[in-house]
């Protein structure tokens, strides 16, 4: 499949270091001569832009935060004069302040690029028509993926979340090839366009999802009943968007656009540098940024580098897919389980007689942790009799107990009766924090 920045994609190793060096040596200068934030940290440390020669020395410099984003909002952190930026994008997060995220056009253009990379990685070129439903406004979704289809010179449809009838109608009227969400709106997309009937009408080749954890179970979901292939996207609104990294037809992890970001694994403990093929926190450090340059930042996302050969010809590092952030991570009974890992174990062990919605409620009664499972049947579980639906139940029981050694009260419930998401899915209810 041809790549968008081929010369950059297929880099040698030694190349893309050497490039890394010299742009993380100017960065720093960068950031050391225009956030007053950052400067402090490094000086707190005994750090000055002249101790930082190369990607070897990168490991001197301070941490971000989260933290620091927040007591550095909303200016704190910006590296050119405001009348330079053109945008400002936001997270999504609900708790405490959000993230606010600067750009100048240049910044813009490089993001749009890393989206473009994406879209030609899952087969998009010229001819495709790029169905954008991620959420457009300050979600940093619908802006990076509708910017990178038009770089590709795809035909875009900035559809935006929500409204389903009418993105179905629009993706069989005017034949979108590429559906661009997260995967759980993907995957009420695709029960909604199976249960009109309308899989024949519809021309998807594939679909570019992320924003969320999603397991391999709920691709090859997707994957079937929309008929298309799945690639997963990473990325996230501290250093720009989507298309930090991307997932190629191999779909053995995301290439991280290493021009752009250095990627480190850390212990989330003790801030120690990790062997690539660990797994521990990633953190970057963007190097061509230049409204909003965030040094080592502290993602949070728990996950595994991998710098083996891909057969794609692509030479960029690949991450796993995150298991989910460390602070989605719910501690059961002392036992560390992602939601992903639930996720995981339903999807495998209940095949077909399950949709892939599901809801985690997490309780205490007697100073004891309960772990509730919501999961709806499918129609045709459904209208099985109950002996079949409580066998599936245990099943799934005896699995999570094996697989992640807790357990758990599972309730198949009826179809339809778990709320719909359109951007990022609400799984967790964690009744132990009110
Ligand atoms: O979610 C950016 C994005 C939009 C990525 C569209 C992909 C597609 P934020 O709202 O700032 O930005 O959330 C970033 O979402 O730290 C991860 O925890 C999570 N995340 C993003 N992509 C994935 C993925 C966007 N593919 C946070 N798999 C990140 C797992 C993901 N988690």
């Known amino acids: 499949m041809p790549m968008y920045q081929p ?22 200068r960068h950031v050391y001569d225009n956030v007053p934030y950052y400067r402090a940290k490094m000086e707190e440390k005994g750090i000055t832009p002249e101790d930082i020669h190369g990607v070897e020395d990168l490991h001197k410099l301070p941490f971000l935060t989260k933290s620091d984003l927040r ?10 004069p405001l009348q330079d930026c053109v945008r400002i994008q ?24 890393c989206c473009a990379r994406a879209i030609m990685a899952a087969g998009g070129t010229a001819e495709d028509v790029v169905h954008v439903s991620y959420g457009y406004g300050l979600f940093t979704g619908g802006a990076g993926l509708h910017g990178g289809s038009h770089k590709v010179g795809s035909l875009t449809l900035p559809m935006s979340s929500g409204n389903t009838d009418r993105q179905i109608q629009f993706m069989c009227d005017l034949g979108s090839t590429i559906l661009c969400c997260t995967p759980s709106y993907a995957a009420f997309l695709a029960e909604s366009v199976l249960e009109r009937g309308l899989k024949d009408q519809i021309k998807l080749k594939a679909g570019i999802f992320g924003a969320e954890a999603w397991s391999e179970e709920m691709r090859q979901d997707i994957q079937n009943k929309l008929g298309i292939k ?10 720009s968007g989507p298309g930090v990294s991307y997932e190629c037809s191999e779909q053995k992890g995301m290439h991280i656009c290493e021009d752009h970001f250095i990627a480190e694994i850390i212990d989330p403990d003790t801030g120690e540098v990790l062997p690539d093929g660990t797994k521990g926190e990633l953190v970057f450090t963007s190097i061509t940024k230049e409204a909003f340059p965030l040094l080592r930042y502290r993602t949070r996302d728990i996950c595994v580098l991998d710098r083996t050969p891909c057969s794609c010809g692509r030479t960029h590092v690949r991450m796993a897919k995150p298991m ?5 991570m719910l501690i059961i009974r002392g036992v560390n389980v992602f939601p992903s890992q639930i996720e995981e174990v339903l ?9 892939p919605n599901y809801q985690i409620i997490v309780g205490r009664e007697n100073n004891t942790d309960t772990l509730d499972i919501n ?21 799934i029981v005896s699995q999570l107990r094996s697989m992640l050694g807790i357990g758990a ?7 339809k009766t778990i709320a719909r998401s359109e951007g990022k899915a609400q799984r967790i209810i964690d009744n132990r924090k009110l």
């Open 409 to 415: 009260k599972v309730h198949l419930v009826n179809p």
């Open 324 to 328: 989910g952030r460390s602070d989605d």
């Open 71 to 80: 007591d550095a909002y909303p200016y704190g952190l910006l590296a050119t």
């Open 7 to 28: 010369e950059i994609e297929t880099m040698s190793q030694e190349q893309i270091r050497k490039l890394q060096s010299e742009r993380l040596v100017k960065q720093v």
């Open 347 to 355: 999807l495998k062990v209940s095949g077909e007689n399950i949709t």
């Open 90 to 113: 936001s997270t999504s997060g609900t708790t405490g302040r959000r993230v606010v995220a600067f750009y100048t056009q240049h910044d813009v253009d490089l993001w749009e690029d």
């Open 230 to 239: 799945a690639y997963d996207i990473y990325g996230l609104t501290e250093l």
């Open 375 to 395: 999961v709806e049947m499918s129609e045709q579980m459904f209208s099985d009799d109950i002996r079949s639906v409580e066998t599936l139940e245990k099943k």
